[in-house]
């Protein structure tokens, strides 16, 4: 199976299964001389783990990361300086229940890769999915840490802002209730409504979409290319990677769709600084392809898990029509844990293009 990388001169690949020893992540193009601690990328590392609150699946996963090569000690206690030589990450499995998929094995799950793995390859990994599986993406988040200290100064946050028809009232956006809650919900009252939704989609046996925003700020302007160099084409794909999305937007989005070209253009002004001040940031901070110097916005749409209680039809690997009701430990909404999963694709995207930026200018 190929194409397994990401990114250019920020390039990151990924490997293992979810039902495998261990997962872990290669990060090529880390410039020399960062400074961090393995902490930093635990933090982040918790905040995707599964089995913290009954609104995820109850797979109870440490999620403990290792550093097997790329960094040396630094002056501090606990301090790793990166060597510029590629970063190499692991997580170890440690809660796989490969029974739990045993009624599967020759049966294909609506909604998931199943049928569309054995088309193309003609087999495929039936416990949990294999490569498939969401799992993957702890080790995007350990890639993202570490991309995070490539752009100086640049800030990526991202919150929960819909649950099935449920949004959250812009009005009341804060960003201290993202981790007050165990929704990455930046208001506090849509926070509580979204706890009866998912208690009453949990005990269906049922599952729900999502759809998560993500900000980054203090992105330098000028970052991306034209055409097929874009920075929101990047970042939209790199969004689309993750499992279950299904759709990306930035800034505006479809909404633009909607508005005239009065309502939508950003206007500008000379700032207090003597530099230029958008007056509005319908564009998400990317115009043809080159950031502004605004911040970044993006959004993405989350389908419904697919493994539910609920039976659905389908066939097995005869060709024979079965009803299909998967078991074992799944998220009743997988958007919630999709939040630390989608800042750490964009901060890739990020750390990508600045040093394709900085590569190509001479200015970082």
Avoid at 68 to 78: K, Q, W, Y
Avoid at 159 to 165: M, W
Wanted: include cysteine.
């Amino acid at each position: 199976m190929s194409h397994n990388s990401f990114g250019h001169l920020f390039r990151v690949t990924t490997w293992g299964e979810s039902h495998g020893p261990a997962i872990g992540c290669v990060v090529d193009g880390t410039p020399p001389g960062l400074r961090f601690r393995l902490s930093d990328i635990q933090a982040l590392l918790d905040k995707r783990r599964p089995g913290q609150s009954r609104y995820t699946t109850q797979r109870r996963e440490p999620d403990e990361v290792e550093i097997l090569s790329g960094v040396v000690s630094g002056d501090a206690e606990g301090e790793l300086i990166s060597t510029g030589t590629p970063i190499s990450l692991m997580i170890r499995n440690v809660d796989q229940r490969s029974k739990d998929y045993s009624e599967i094995a020759q049966r294909y799950r609506p909604g998931h890769a199943d049928i569309a793995y054995d088309i193309k390859y003609g087999l495929r990994d039936y416990r949990g999915g294999g490569r498939s599986s969401a799992r993957e993406t702890a080790t995007r988040v350990a890639a993202g840490a570490i991309a995070r200290l490539v752009v100086p100064g640049v800030r990526v946050r991202g919150a929960l802002v819909q649950i099935g028809s449920v949004k959250i009232d812009r009005a009341r956006f804060d960003w201290h209730e993202v981790d007050r809650n165990p929704f990455f919900c930046p208001d506090a009252e849509t926070a509580e409504r979204w706890t009866q939704l998912l208690d009453d989609t949990r005990k269906r046996g049922s599952s729900i979409g999502a759809v998560v925003e993500v900000v980054a700020e203090g992105v330098p302007a000028g970052l991306g290319a034209p055409l097929y160099g874009k920075l929101d084409q990047d970042i939209a794909a790199h969004l689309m990677s993750i499992n279950a999305v299904k759709g990306v937007e930035i800034g505006n989005g479809f909404e633009a769709a909607e508005l005239s070209g009065e309502e939508n253009a950003d206007e500008i002004r000379m700032g207090e600084n003597g530099e230029p001040a958008f007056l509005s940031n319908n564009a998400g901070g990317v115009l043809g392809g080159i950031s502004t110097g605004q911040p970044i916005v993006a959004r993405f749409a989350v389908k419904p898990t697919s493994s539910i209680l609920t039976p659905r039809r389908s066939i097995d690997a005869e060709g024979q029509e079965v009803e299909v009701m998967t078991k074992g430990r799944h998220d009743p909404c997988v958007g919630i844990r999709a939040v630390p999963i989608g800042e750490a694709m964009v901060a890739c995207a990020l750390a990508d293009h600045y040093l394709r930026h900085r590569g190509q200018t001479g200015r970082g």
